[in-house]
């Protein structure tokens, strides 16, 4: 993995505080980190845009954050665990990692 995808992979993670934070802040501090989440995952999504595919970085920045937001909201937020929305959740990620793995080939391709 290169810098760029660890960057798109960490503004996905960080995706999930953001999103998280704009449902549950109730204090200015939360609504503070909720706000600094936003610009550096932006920020990351923005840097790795710079080098890599910008369709495949936003496919694959949404998908970790969309996973990740779902995981979040039953592991700490009491939603109730559904089957159909984990397995929903797992297609997604095949789609996501599906798409990386074309960026990759394309990425080959143009160099070589």
Known sequence: ???H???VLIGG?????????????AAWWHWL???AA??????????????LPVGTVYAVFTGIGTAGTVIAEMA?????????????IA????????????AEG??????S
């Open 1 to 3: 993995m290169n810098r």
């Open 5 to 7: 995808w660890l960057y």
């Open 13 to 25: 993670l960080i995706e999930v505080i953001w999103v998280s934070g704009l449902k549950h802040s």
């Open 33 to 35: 980190i909720t706000a």
């Open 38 to 51: 936003i610009a550096i995952s932006f920020w990351l999504i923005i840097e790795a845009s710079r080098r």
């Open 76 to 88: 700490v937020f009491g939603e109730p665990f559904r089957w159909s929305k984990t397995l929903l």
């Open 91 to 102: 297609l997604l990620l095949v789609g996501v990692i599906g798409l990386k793995l074309m």
């Open 106 to 111: 394309t990425n080959e391709e143009a160099t």
